[in-house]
């Protein structure tokens, strides 16, 4: 009689693009749980009945949980990066919060990052990777507050990665000076975004029960353009005198 050959299980041939995007989706969603043994091995069943998997082996848990795993060490390197180059280059004391500790706590930081689709400057929810360039130059995979995966972008931390701007509140009109670089919220052709700016004049004016009064001229770095705007669309960048 003959012997019946041992069935060999197939290799794993890698997750399919869909199933990534479903990965990352949960990794932003349940960061604290996607290691825990049960919940991969649910996510592992789940994607060995997709339709698409047919004929492909199954997945096992162990390799959900070592997809999540590698994920999560990236996206903590790709964080310590930006914080290391955080401790070099960002200021220490900010104007706009004038009575906060001299030593930051780096890791308490939070980000915004400029979009290289429309140049203007979004939160940042999480650094997903890091690479180095042939440059020597670091870039970061950004996941912006507010967005999918399929959104995220790469992006140079020196050049386009900074602490986040701070809005102002009404009492800290008078920090605000001529010459000053300030986020300013454009409203244009039907869009409103985060630009770079830098004030050109200010009308100061007595504050109501409103709040603050004055005017301040600004002009965008990006197109040039001017405009009035009051200090509510303001935010003030880490970089100020006290």
Known sequence: MDRLRPRHRKSFTGFTKTEIEKMEKMLEVSRETVLDKEFCQYVARAFSRYSDRA??????????????HNAKQE????????????????????????????NQDLSELEFEARSSKDGAWYDVDMFVAHRELITGETEVR????????????????????????????HSECHKVEVGDPVLCFQEKDDQARHYDA????????????RGCRCIFLVRYNHDESEERVRLKRLCGRPTYNN
Do not use: C
């Open 75 to 102: 996206s903590a390197k790709a964080s310590k990066n930006v914080l290391e180059l955080a401790g070099a280059s960002l200021p220490v004391k900010s104007s706009v919060k004038p009575t906060e500790e001299k």
């Open 55 to 68: 004929g492909k082996p199954v997945v096992k848990w162990t390799e959900v949980h070592n997809w999540f």
């Open 142 to 169: 950004v996941r912006f507050v507010g967005y999918g995966a399929e959104e995220d972008e790469w992006i140079n931390i020196k050049k386009g990665v900074r602490e986040r701007s701070v809005p102002l509140e």
């Open 198 to 209: 830098h004030v050109l004049e200010i009308q100061r004016r007595m504050h109501d029960i």
